[in-house]
């Protein structure tokens, strides 16, 4: 019983973000519900909050491009890639957000995968253009419409991530693996691991390309009827 | 110091300027309340190489309590569309330079710090090339755009302020969230997961076996927010002991795709906050799960590919 109560946390998280409370506070709440079950006393709970906090420092590095990032849009950065994009007549939403799945994809399974991220590519300059794209074809979108093509920019970041980083032998998920495996008597090379990381790498490609354009025949059954 | 520290100091003097502006900034009531969440947040980065970790955990857990509270919607005005346009005509395609020097100097600073080692000794230690040559690229871009763009010096500060608010406290979030997966970690709740879910599981059939591995690293990354967190636990709960050991499985497919099989579970669980709940911010969607809800039919198609992978893979080689 002791045991299963350290899982408080889980259920904390769980319930907390599916009542949508403030995600800062739900987070805090499971960690320190997590430590107290496991027998951590506060004040050792506090100080394993501030030790982690500190190490995992770095994930917030990418705020730090915000300075230019913010400076480029004051002076018309979204409407000049807008502007860009409605010279290419062929371009559309679908294609443009494929083009950018193979870039970030490629680059990343190279081991280039600060090639691309939501605050330096996606907010300033690819999902600008995806809207732009379908703007030059059926004029102003519905929200809802806009939405959904900036949330389609930011899952191809992801997702060209993903499935490209693991291919290459130097990440660090495929570094863990073998860590972990070599540890357990399985010695293995990286590149024997990332290897196996490319049937997937390809599907994943094959299945978002076929999304993407899905998403195209879905802006042209929505709002074709405007232009 | 390291450089690395220095690039913290950076960004603690990006959220002191955030809680400077916002601190004089009266239109909004509850402007004082986002002036002391980035003050707060602003101290972790100046100061945290040096300040005690209890001090630091102490900061962390005002910074929740605050944006528990609530921090209102953002003071700073939008840049006006007459201002935006005039910039797009008067610089044209010089906008993208700044923008796309970011993603290239990075690159190029990482393969140099990774590879230029003077005197047999790299100038950054290696784990940090990424994130320093980060921090260069910013300073570079920063210096170009002032330049080519002819802005005053304050325009950088005022914009990021405006950013940060407009992300609001879900930027300090994917720390927060490492700090839970450490406390995870800490009480043991991947082993006890795993050892629970692993009596469900019948071991006789390869196929079954497979899947419950599949599944269960999808379900932990769910619920754990991180496959790096999920992998060693259910790999040593149920990977090597039953798909390796008892059904005579390869250790290298089974990682690989195992690994994988995890990444289904990022696509589509909140706690991944920087990759599903922070873009969400960033581009301004008013459902913070808009992404997760994008990624979910493909993080479903590629867990069964996964698993069919791993089935007629991992007994075969």
New interface residues.
């Given amino acids: 019983m002791s045991?299963?109560l350290?899982?408080i946390?889980?259920v904390i998280?769980?319930l907390g973000?599916a009542l949508r409370l403030?995600?800062?506070?739900v987070?805090?709440a499971?960690?320190v519900a997590?430590?107290l079950?496991?027998g951590?006393d506060l004040?050792g709970?506090?100080?394993?909050?501030?030790?982690?906090?500190?190490?995992?420092?770095?994930?917030?590095?990418?705020?730090?491009?915000?300075?230019?990032?913010?400076?480029?849009?004051?002076?018309?950065?979204?409407?000049?890639?807008q502007?860009?994009i409605a010279r290419v007549g062929a371009a559309t939403t679908g294609r443009l957000l494929m083009l950018y799945l193979l870039i970030r994809q490629i680059?990343a399974s190279l081991g280039?995968?600060?090639?691309?991220?939501?605050?330096?590519?996606?907010?300033?300059?690819v999902?600008p253009m995806a809207e732009a794209a379908a703007e030059n074809r059926y004029g102003e979108l519905p929200p809802d419409t806009r939405?959904?093509i900036?949330?389609?920019?930011?899952?191809i970041?992801?997702?060209g991530l993903?499935?490209g980083e693991?291919i290459f032998i130097a990440i660090?998920?495929?570094l863990?693996?073998?860590a972990?495996?070599d540890q357990?008597g399985?010695p293995?090379t990286p590149l024997?691991?990332?290897?196996?990381?490319i049937?997937?790498a390809i599907?994943?490609l094959a299945?978002?390309l076929f999304?993407l354009w899905r998403l195209d025949r879905r802006l042209q059954r929505e709002l074709g009827k405007k232009s | 110091m390291s450089v690395?520290d220095g690039?913290?100091l950076?960004?603690g003097l990006?959220f002191a300027a955030a809680a400077w502006f916002n601190l004089r900034d009266r239109s909004d009531p509850r402007h004082l309340r986002r002036a002391a969440f980035w003050a707060l947040y602003s101290a972790?980065?100046l100061f945290?190489?040096w300040?005690?970790?209890?001090?630091?955990?102490?900061?962390?857990?005002g910074?929740?309590?605050l944006?528990?509270i609530?921090l209102g919607k953002a003071g700073a005005a939008e840049?006006t569309e007459i201002?935006?346009?005039?910039?797009?005509?008067?610089?044209?395609?010089r906008?993208?330079v700044?923008?796309l020097l970011?993603?290239l100097v990075?690159?190029l600073g990482?393969v140099l710090l990774q590879n230029y080692t003077p005197g047999g000794k790299p100038l950054v230690e290696m784990k940090d090339a990424?994130?320093v040559?980060?921090?260069l690229s910013?300073i570079v871009?920063?210096a170009a755009?002032?330049y080519m763009?002819r802005?005053p010096v304050a325009?950088?500060?005022?914009?990021?302020r405006?950013?940060?608010d407009a992300v609001g406290?879900?930027?300090?979030?994917?720390?927060?969230?490492?700090?839970?997966?450490?406390?995870?970690a800490?009480?043991?709740?991947g082993q006890?997961?795993a050892k629970?879910v692993s009596w469900f599981i019948p071991v006789d059939s390869a196929g079954m076996v497979v899947t419950a591995y599949c599944v269960g690293m999808a379900l932990f990354t769910l619920?754990m927010g991180n496959?790096?967190a999920a992998?060693?636990v259910m790999?040593?709960g149920i990977g090597?002991p039953l798909i390796?050991k008892l059904h005579g499985g390869d250790?290298?497919?089974m990682?690989?795709?195992g690994?994988?099989a995890g990444?289904s579970g990022?696509?589509m669980t909140?706690?991944a906050?920087?990759?599903?709940?922070?873009?969400?911010a960033?581009?301004e969607?008013?459902?913070q799960n808009?992404?997760i809800?994008?990624?979910i039919?493909?993080g479903l198609?590629?867990l069964v590919?996964?698993t069919l992978?791993m089935y007629f893979?991992v007994f075969r080689f």
């Fill in positions: 045991l299963l350290t899982l946390g889980v998280v769980i973000f403030n995600p800062l506070l987070v805090v499971a960690a997590t430590g079950a496991a951590i004040t709970i506090v100080t394993e909050f501030g030790r982690a906090f500190t190490q995992n420092r770095y994930m917030a590095l990418v705020w730090l491009t915000l300075p230019v990032i913010g400076m480029l849009e004051k002076n018309g950065l979204k409407e000049r890639a502007a860009l680059t280039l995968t600060a090639f691309g991220g939501h605050a330096a590519m996606v907010r300033p300059l999902a939405f959904l900036r949330a389609h920019a930011a899952a970041d992801n997702i993903f499935y693991d660090g998920s495929v863990l693996i073998k972990f495996l357990s399985y293995l024997q691991i990332a290897l196996w990381a049937p997937t599907a994943a299945i978002q999304r | 690395l690039i913290y950076l960004l990006m972790t980065f945290g190489t300040l005690p970790p209890f001090v630091v955990g102490c900061l962390a857990i910074m929740a309590i944006a528990g609530g840049p201002e935006r346009r005039a910039g797009a005509s008067r610089f044209g395609n906008l993208f700044p923008a970011i993603p990075t690159v990482t990424t994130l040559a980060l921090g910013v871009a920063l755009g002032l763009l802005q325009v950088p500060l005022t914009e990021s405006r950013l940060v406290p879900v930027v300090a979030l994917p720390q927060l969230l490492a700090v839970l997966g450490a406390m995870f800490l009480a043991g709740v006890i997961v629970e619920v496959a790096f992998f060693p790999t040593a090597l390796v250790a290298a497919i990682g690989a795709l690994m994988l990444y990022t696509l909140p706690l906050a920087n990759f599903n709940i922070v873009p969400a960033l581009l969607l008013p459902d808009g992404v809800k994008v990624q039919p493909t198609a590629l590919v996964n992978l893979l």
